[in-house]
């Protein structure tokens, strides 16, 4: 372990673990509550777990299990309100129950490192990822400032982050995703600790920047590393993980080598975990063990879709985007081509499938089709009639045929309307049904049909309610009190206000853990399958763009490079960028 006059290996206690050396970390019967002691069930009970020098267990979990609050409790950060006890819980063979504040913080860093899911936010937008990496050393070690630097530059070039003598001057938001990612592990490493927590390090992550993130820590294992990593994709950490401790309910209900719980799963939320990895799995295969709810005859009349005569639509395509061209101005003057000849078709009652990394043009094409982003060339035209070229009295006759559903629900409502209210304005095209009633109460006729409309509008969001699978008690809740499933739920309850025939999804469940992303994407079958929906599909997974879709889009650099059915794209690619994407994808067994 480093001492505070330099960096050094790490030296465990004597007699401990194989060969003599202590183990990276020892959980003996960890017990963690919020509140009074006595007075609160705890939210981890009975956890216990070691991980070696040089091996990495992936504790995995759905979220609410409890991983979060373990690896917290590991850095002395349970919270001040929070009660911590366990029979053993230590670092490198050195006991941590009851350390003081000062002394925790003389051993994060030291003893353990710590990367996070969103690497912008976890590292100082203001300072050089250099001088972040630095002030470690200077607080932990006796070097001087040019050594300093000289193990900057070296972590740097250990985690494969490129240039790293022009790295070392730049700030977080001039990196990309992976490599904001290698900088945040280049900091957790940089005095040498014998654990690693990566807590959901790659969730964020295009696949090929993934792929890439799980080489660098299976280096820093085979380097004597030990590696605890935190994640609720068990394909994932199949790559790189030894063992495997599946987490639910705050205990672990399964633990064992890695290749035995992949491929003999015992208990059931294992079982259930690993069956809600869309990776290879065919289309209108559910995901999910709870059983879809199809639309009751009640509420069908309320959730028709808005397919009045549209004697010039084609017979089979619904929305057409021919040469899209977007261009935007960086800051620095300079020109990005951010959406490049762009054109697709999406047909009646399919699913289009764009898949891409980030930055390659996916979200600007779908804001282009939705007509929120005007383009510079090309057009795009819904149900046979133009949309991106007509006027904004044109199509605010064509907007109720499209419905979106976005990335992060909770940012896209108003954080004070309850989830009655965010459906009423839906269902009223932008009037909530208090603001309509007190707006109409004028005369006795008017104040009648302000009620009629009221009482409409309600029995319409609870057909909303129950074709997303929602019960009706969440009506008088606010977003931010509901779960991360619950809250794409509405959203996509919203979307459907409108009765669309295309629904326009971009990247909606990448923020979901796997089973209740599982969820969610049975639920848009169903609803394809009950109503005729036609869903342009879009998102950097390809395993879920491989689940999802009946026809595919490649996307890199603003162009699409390969198109053509899912099942042929998938089993025989053409461009090399789709071959590298396939190769990058984790799966079970591999």
Not at 127 to 146: F, K, N, Q, Y
Not at 254 to 268: C, F, K, S, V
């Amino acid at each position: 372990m480093s001492d505070e006059s330099g960096v050094g290996a790490s030296v465990g206690a004597p007699g401990e673990g194989d060969g003599g050396v202590a183990p990276a970390v020892r959980v003996q019967n960890l017990v963690v509550g919020f509140g009074p002691q006595n007075d609160t069930d705890p939210v981890l009970n009975g956890v216990s777990f070691e991980v070696a020098p040089g091996e990495c267990l992936a504790l995995v979990g759905e979220s609410g299990s409890g991983k979060s609050v373990t690896a917290r409790s590991l850095l002395g950060l349970a919270g001040d309100n929070a009660w911590v006890r366990a029979d053993e819980l230590s670092l490198a063979g050195s006991d941590v129950r009851g350390l003081s504040e000062q002394s925790w913080r003389r051993r994060r860093g030291r003893d353990v490192g710590l990367v996070l899911q969103d690497a912008l936010v976890s590292l100082d937008p203001l300072r050089p990822v250099g001088r972040e990496i630095a002030d470690s050393l200077r607080l932990h070690t006796r070097l001087g400032a040019a050594a300093r630097h000289a193990r900057v530059l070296e972590v740097l070039a250990r985690v494969g982050l490129s240039d790293a003598g022009n790295s070392v001057r730049k700030r977080a938001g001039e990196l990309s995703g992976g490599q904001r990612q290698r900088a945040l592990i280049a900091a957790a490493i940089a005095l040498d600790p014998p654990l690693l927590i990566a807590d959901e390090p790659t969730t964020a992550l295009d696949v090929t920047v993934q792929a890439q993130i799980l080489e660098l820590l299976t280096g820093l294992k085979l380097a004597g590393t030990g590696i605890l990593l935190i994640s609720h994709d068990l394909a994932v950490v199949g790559r790189i993980a030894d063992r495997i401790a599946v987490l639910s309910e705050g205990r672990i209900v399964e633990q064992g080598p890695a290749h035995a719980i992949l491929t003999r799963p015992e208990h059931p939320v294992t079982r259930q975990m690993l069956a809600a990895i869309p990776v290879d799995k065919p289309r209108g295969l559910r995901l999910s063990p709870r059983a879809a709810a199809p639309v009751s005859p009640a509420a069908a009349p309320f959730l028709a879709l808005s397919d009045r005569a549209d004697p010039v639509a084609p017979r089979n395509t619904v929305l057409e985007a021919t040469g899209l061209v977007k261009r935007f101005t960086r800051p620095d003057g300079t020109e990005q081509l951010a959406v490049d000849g762009v054109s697709f078709r999406l047909e009646r009652g399919t699913t289009l499938g764009i898949v891409g990394e980030s930055g390659s043009g996916k979200t600007t094409t779908a804001r282009l089709a939705l007509a929120l982003t005007r383009p510079d060339a090309g057009e795009v035209r819904v149900l046979g009639q133009p949309f991106s070229a007509a006027s904004e009295k044109e199509r605010r006759l064509l907007r109720p045929r499209l419905g979106a559903v976005y990335q992060d629900a909770l940012s896209s409502f108003d954080p004070r309307l309850s989830v009655e209210q965010v459906l009423r304005d839906a269902v009223g095209g932008g009037r909530t049904g208090r603001g309509a009633a007190s707006a109409s109460a004028t005369t006795a006729a008017t104040a009648a049909t302000a009620a009629t409309a009221s009482a409409a509008d309600r029995l319409r969001v609870l057909a909303l309610l129950d074709a997303v699978g929602l019960p009706q008690g969440l009506l008088g809740r606010r977003p931010l009190s509901l779960s991360g499933g619950q809250r794409q739920r509405v959203s996509i309850a919203r979307a459907l206000a409108s009765g669309p025939q295309i629904l326009i999804c971009d990247e909606p469940v990448s923020s979901l853990d796997v089973t209740v992303q599982a969820q969610v994407l049975d639920l848009l079958d169903e609803l394809q399958r009950n109503l005729g929906l036609s869903l342009l599909f879009i998102s950097h997974d390809l395993g879920v763009i491989q689940h999802v879709s009946d026809q595919v889009a490649v996307m890199l650099d603003g162009r699409i490079v390969e198109t053509g059915a899912t099942a042929r794209v998938f089993a025989a690619p053409e461009h090399p960028y789709t071959q590298t994407l396939l190769g990058a994808v984790p799966r079970i067994g591999f």
